[in-house]
């Protein structure tokens, strides 16, 4: 069974930039989770999704960043112009169902660094 | 939103010996993790436990809900325990991380 993958494990950019991050959610999973850990610091939410939906985006900043899980095909984070402060490690989880009562699995993030 | 601390921040073993650490959080909650990042950054899901008590080898964790804490038992530490250990709380579906606790195993 494979886990949850997320590509690319590294990525560079040069700032205004654009970062496209992929993550595929485990097999049967529907839910789809978005974290960030910026260095030094803990994990923070970011957006929450189901297919072709947005449950919550609370967690993820109003500008130059956007989320979506098409019907087909992985969940991508997009971060439009990115700037320094953008560097961190990207977490995507997924569930069977509402974390509420689900347990989350992790992928093994994307490590982006802006130059 | 709910609060995590975690406790110690920081922890230095000599390889073999046993550490506690623990999780406290501001409210009750649906669901409750704990997990490892290792060295490489990766993290590995170490337990599911809103309630009760559960054992994984060397590692076991006890989660008493009505008191609003968990602990992560650690016997017979190895240098590959050392990373940082997070505990993660939800009430409805967003996780909220502790700082985490980093364990440095020497031999």
């Known amino acids: 069974n494979a886990g949850v993958m997320q590509n690319p494990r590294h990525l560079v950019r040069r700032r205004g930039q654009e970062a496209r991050l992929r993550c595929s959610p485990m097999k049967g999973h529907s839910h789809v989770y978005w974290y960030r850990q910026l260095p030094e610091e803990g994990l923070k939410f970011m957006v929450y999704?189901?297919?072709?939906?947005?449950?919550?985006e609370s967690g993820m900043p109003k500008e130059r960043f956007s989320a979506e899980f098409p019907k087909e095909g992985p969940s991508i984070l997009r971060i439009q112009q990115v700037v320094r402060g953008d560097s961190a490690a990207y977490f995507c989880?997924?569930?069977?169902?509402?974390?509420?009562?689900?347990?989350?699995?992790f992928g093994p993030g994307t490590r982006l660094t802006v130059l | 939103g709910i609060q995590v601390e975690q406790s110690p921040p920081d922890l230095i073993l000599q390889e073999g010996a046993n550490s506690t650490l623990r999780c406290n959080f501001s409210d009750s909650v649906n669901n409750l993790q704990w997990f490892h990042q290792n060295p490489w950054g990766q993290l590995i899901n170490l337990f599911y436990i809103p309630s009760g008590t559960k054992q994984n080898g060397r590692l076991s964790a006890t989660t008493v809900a009505t008191e609003r804490y968990s602990l992560l038992y650690i016997s017979s530490s190895q240098t590959t325990d050392s990373g940082v250990y997070f505990c993660?709380?939800?009430?409805?579906?967003?996780?909220?991380f502790g700082k985490g606790t980093k364990l440095s195993v020497i031999p």
């Open positions: 989880a997924s569930s069977q169902g509402t974390a509420s009562y689900n347990e989350q699995f």
């Open positions: 999704l189901q297919k072709e939906n947005i449950i919550d």
């Open positions: 993660a709380v939800s009430g409805s579906y967003q996780l909220t």
